[in-house]
């Protein structure tokens, strides 16, 4: 199922449960960034080796599938109310990044373009 | 471009960079956390009414684009290293949530539904 | 109790459990913000008049109290790690931001001084 | 300076600015949260070590002062706004965690006490 398709399944959702109402998107970034948070909350405490391994732990792995959903539900359900095409947005930024970050300036440094 | 292009792209991105030793699961979770809440500073102080007319405002709504941007293209770079297909995983979700969230309780009523 | 003894006080608690290993800055960081994230979920769907009345609301007034107490001490903690005095540092922000935001141009506008 | 003179000079910095209006409990957990963040992305692809090492770095530690300043200004405001004693509710946490992480279960591991 694409974008466009849980698009449009999240909008029947939101109208059906008459959810609109708490749908702004002031709302919908903060229930973003909660999501995300809950995201950061696993990663912690974890050595970066021990984040690379969660793949191997099943528990974890379905808390953070579970996550992501959320996080890529209300980043659709804001974009939905702002018009925003984000596999389009994605893209143009992929652009912008391409050329703010050259490889010859940007190999093994990931150094934000403006404090490099 | 779709989820899967976006992904490819982005990981060779990565590659040609170096980055990958950057990009650990961890490293990505706080990105996304940051990213997610640069959009919420763009609303912060916002009435509801103001954040629904932002659409208005061409200015804001090029920066909006590029956050939104930034929040799914470090979704997707967490989603990689961690083999999570994210438009099955938020597939999903959504069904979970609207066994979770039942019409007929959750009208107009967006209360966790473990605090219903 | 001021700042100086919850601040030996959160010491001498991590040293007893040997948990220095995983209050580095780069972790402590992600904790503070994924608790200040906790406070903006019992934000999230409540109106401006929503959030200001929930001081009459028992339950939830606890909850807000223990996430509002959690980032502090994760602010305490991440600024003793960093040798920060954070009264010292917020006193300082202070008179920064009187400059940044004077009386007649901030009057009834919140906008971001470098965006006025 | 200590907390509660802070706490009325910020009430009178709102005040002068008629910018209780933009102070809702709502919007300060946003800005709040937004604040911690910018804390997070000054830490994201750093080492453990690098992180540790940054305060030898007076350029990074002046810009980390400023964000930490930031998260202790809006949650200052934000519990005086809600009539919360922030080191009153530091301290009643504190002494729930040590019931929660008895050192006997928690030397060495640092896994959240309903995980365990």
Known sequence: MDIKLLQQRLRLFAEERNWNQFHTPKNLSMALAAEAAELL???QWLTDEQSQNIVNNEKEMTLIKEEIADVLIYLIRLSDKLGID???AALEKIVVNEKK????LSKNNATKYNKR
């Open 101 to 104: 970050y050259p490889v010859h």
């Open 41 to 43: 909350e696993i990663f």
């Open 86 to 88: 984000i596999e389009k």
